[in-house]
């Protein structure tokens, strides 16, 4: 087998090899290529320099073939008189351009590209579709502006947006030329390809610019679906524009002037320190160094700044921002979806490396501690549970609710059991395990506090936690609760007047006290049944007990329980 390198080939080899990545991330491509492309590849995207090609592959060619329809209805639909041909063109669009663009993107995750050159022509046709798209989202009629969100959204997200394939990475011999002239013509180096991917940076950095601007400028009025569009590039520009990224965190870190005592028994502090190294986490988000500082000085790059500088004058959506209301739990859900769309490996994943965690982490904390806990967004919780990829966090959420709640606050009390209950059944569906940090004897001491009280309903939330959570827990608080529950409080649920108390009680003692502290075997209980059964001169014993039930009344005869009727 021949080695190929930038499209020539350097040699052969015979054997095996063995590729190595980062731990977190999924490689975008790796193979062997040959005469017929590349082959044996974990994901199908370019790499290097191939040899250059003339023709689209089949994606790009459809991608080219929709998007002249949609600029021919939608040219139509807004320039024709004929009432008759506009609504004709509404449909068209609605029912079959735009619902075929969502599909070929759908059906096309990881197209495959023969050349870089062909990668940088479906590029800058994803651009030009989605500048198409951008300047009409919020002109079209309402029956289109909702698909119109929807393909923005994910144009915004294609891989060949992502950093890997945008870097300029290996294109060093042109871009210190392209420095050391501030002046130089593209059309001096037109057949280039280096220059091709130039011209492509510099329209998706304007791109970015534009969307983010006129985005911003519709945070005030914009519509639900609308606000759906502006957290999911406002989470794009987070990562993509640095220079927004900084303003941002700085209006949300003038806000943040309360301490969180309880954050303890974590491995970073939640003070935005100094990077003294980049790590290769932050390495995969680092725009800056991989992309923008190789951007040629020049007229592009000047108007650009230009447009930037206008864009990040507009301080409404960044100041709604910092106050942490419903805004900001949006923009941190989208923000934490993000990071685990683009991480695969999220068992130990390194939050804390992130650029601007540590200050997003401490608002949401803060507004934790502050905001009333009935009245906790979804979006809030939704963040909550995204977080615990990093276990250690459930210790430092419910010490911040328990010390927030007082025991005759029922509602309160009542909510705080709740939402522990969620994030207790988190971490099972995230296959973590209670961390050894996590604080027992001070949540059996809320828990003791409730049961030892009167008010049924924080009792059964208090039980259904229990039963719910009770295998995930280790086994020295496993036999903590077993203690508290058969002390001085076991007749009292076991008889109790509710029937959703005692009902719950009795479950707990019979499907996971009972069952998971089995002595006997399964093998020892059939023996003994063999034994009785064998022994002919065994005869039947009866002994009398006590039936207790609420519902007995003196002038019947029999009671029901649960359709029986005992006499």
Not at 369 to 386: A, G, N, V
Not at 496 to 508: D, I
């Amino acid at each position: 087998n021949k080695l190929w390198y930038h499209g020539d080939t350097n040699g052969s080899f015979e054997g095996i090899f063995k590729i190595k990545f980062d731990a977190h991330f999924r490689p975008l491509a790796v193979g062997v290529r040959n005469e017929r492309g590349i082959t044996l590849a974990l994901a199908k995207n370019p790499i290097g320099k191939h040899t250059s090609s003339s023709t689209l592959n089949p994606f790009s060619k459809q991608l080219a073939s929709l998007l002249g329809n949609l600029s021919e209805h939608v040219s139509k639909m807004f320039k024709s008189r004929d009432i008759a041909g506009k609504y004709t063109s509404l449909q068209e669009l609605r029912n079959n351009t735009i619902p075929n663009l969502l599909d070929l993107l759908e059906l096309n995750v990881h197209p495959f590209y023969n050349s870089s050159e062909e990668l940088i022509r479906a590029q800058t046709l994803m651009i030009d579709l989605s500048n198409h798209v951008l300047e009409h989202t919020f002109k079209v009629p309402d029956q289109l502006r909702g698909l119109y969100i929807k393909f923005f959204m994910k144009l915004i997200n294609r891989e060949e947006f992502s950093l890997p394939l945008m870097t300029f990475k290996d294109q060093t011999k042109i871009l210190e030329r392209s420095r050391s002239e501030p002046s130089i013509s593209f059309k001096h180096l037109d057949g280039s390809l280096q220059i091709q991917k130039v011209k492509l940076a510099f329209a998706y950095q304007t791109f970015l610019y534009q969307t983010l601007k006129l985005l911003l400028s519709y945070s005030e009025t914009a519509t639900e679906s609308e606000y759906e569009l502006l957290y999911q590039f406002t989470v794009v520009a987070y990562w993509r524009i640095p220079q927004f990224r900084e303003k941002l965190l700085e209006r949300i870190q003038n806000e943040c002037i309360q301490n969180i005592e309880e954050w303890r028994a974590t491995e970073f502090t939640l003070e935005s320190a100094r990077r003294k190294g980049k790590s290769s986490l932050f390495d995969a988000f680092d725009w800056e160094s991989q992309f923008y500082s190789h951007l040629p000085k020049g007229h592009f790059k000047e108007e650009n700044e230009k447009l930037l500088l206008e864009t990040l004058k507009q301080e409404v959506f960044t100041q709604r921002l910092s106050k942490r209301h419903v805004l900001f739990f949006k923009f941190f859900l989208a923000w934490t979806d993000h990071i685990l769309q683009a991480i695969v490996v999220k068992s130990f994943l390194p939050w804390q490396e992130l650029p601007g965690f540590r200050t997003l982490l401490k608002a949401f904390l803060i507004e934790m501690k502050t905001r009333e806990i009935k009245t906790f967004p979804l979006s809030m919780i939704e963040i909550s549970q995204r977080l615990l990829h990093q276990e250690k966090f459930i210790n430092i959420y419910f010490t911040i609710l328990y010390k927030r709640t007082k025991i005759y606050e029922s509602s309160k009390v009542f909510r705080t059991f709740e939402l522990i209950d969620i994030w207790f059944k988190t971490l099972k569906i995230l296959g973590k395990r209670i961390p050894s940090t996590f604080d027992f004897p001070y949540f059996f001491q809320g828990v003791v506090l409730v049961l030892e009280g009167d008010h049924a309903l924080c009792i059964a939330e208090v039980l259904l936690v229990i039963y719910n959570n009770f295998s995930l827990w280790p086994p020295e608080a496993r036999k903590e609760i077993c203690e508290i529950l058969f002390g001085q409080i076991f007749f009292k649920l076991f008889l109790h007047w509710s029937h959703s108390v005692r009902s719950l009680f009795h479950y707990l003692l019979l499907y996971r006290i009972n069952h998971l502290h089995r002595v006997k075997k399964l093998d020892s209980e059939t023996n003994v049944m063999r034994e009785i059964i064998s022994n002919s001169s065994a005869s039947l014993e009866y002994r009398h007990c006590l039936l207790y039930t609420s519902d007995a009344a003196d002038d019947l005869l029999c009671v029901d329980l649960g359709g029986r009727s005992i006499i």
